[in-house]
């Protein structure tokens, strides 16, 4: 069966310090992997996707970064964190579907707190 | 304006009433998601339909594309339903990208 893991499931950085979360899925080949943040208050936004290793595709414009290094690998990055960046990320996976509609699964999230 | 829109933001409910938490959306879609969050954060996809009617346990989706609508409904609610249910469509164009509703908190009380 596929598995998602995300780490760390807490962090509380200092504003402008680096950011490294992890994701990575268990159980499947190729999958789309996608992060989400959800910031206090406010509903979800896909930040980035990938549909291979090293195609990632950002949706909106922000201090984060993200790479794929693996198939089931998917990490979220950046160089200076800002209060803003605060939130629960979230890593998602779906099955390569030939551009058709899949279900996608949720890794636990990170609960991200920028003091 | 959101081009995914969820009705009402938050609902309060007794033990066993039927409840409807409604999505309308304003392009076209391939598809949409409903999704429940826990008070923990962790997301659980309980439906992905593009036409018709899903049902699992008490839990019934509906979805009509030419209204552009779709209904969560829940049969003889339960304390354990409390959660927010997020509506998520995947726009024409897109992919398989989801673009979000803002969540109803819904809180059934015993």
């Known amino acids: 069966s596929q598995t998602i893991h995300q780490w760390p499931a807490t962090l509380v950085q200092p504003v402008g310090s680096p950011l490294s979360l992890e994701c990575t899925v268990e159980g499947t080949s190729n999958p789309n992997l996608y992060w989400y943040r959800q910031a206090a208050g406010r509903g979800l936004q896909l930040l980035f996707y990938?549909?291979?290793?090293?195609?990632i595709s950002s949706e909106v414009p922000q201090n984060l970064s993200a790479s794929r290094p693996q198939d089931r690998q998917f990490i979220l990055s950046s160089k200076k964190l800002l209060l803003s960046d605060s939130g629960f990320y979230l890593c998602?996976?779906?099955?390569?579907?030939?551009?058709?509609?899949?279900?996608?699964?949720f890794g636990p999230g990170t609960r991200l707190t920028v003091l | 304006k959101n081009e995914v829109e969820q009705s009402p933001q938050n609902l309060t409910a007794q033990e066993g009433e039927f409840i409807t938490i409604n999505c309308s959306y304003s392009?076209?879609?391939?598809?949409l998601h409903w999704l429940q969050q826990h008070p923990g954060g962790g997301i659980v996809s309980l439906f992905m339909l593009s036409s018709g009617k899903k049902k699992h346990g008490r839990l019934i989706a509906t979805i009509n594309i030419q209204e552009k609508h779709s209904s969560l409904h829940i049969t003889a609610s339960h304390p354990r339903d409390s959660a927010v249910y997020i509506c998520?469509?995947?726009?024409?164009?897109?992919?398989?990208?989801?673009?979000f509703g803002e969540g109803t908190q819904l809180t059934v009380n015993p």
């Open positions: 998520a469509a995947i726009l024409d164009g897109s992919g398989s990208r989801l673009t």
């Open positions: 990938s549909v291979g290793i090293g195609q």
């Open positions: 392009v076209g879609i391939s598809a």
């Open positions: 998602a996976w779906s099955p390569l579907a030939g551009g058709l509609p899949d279900t996608q699964y």
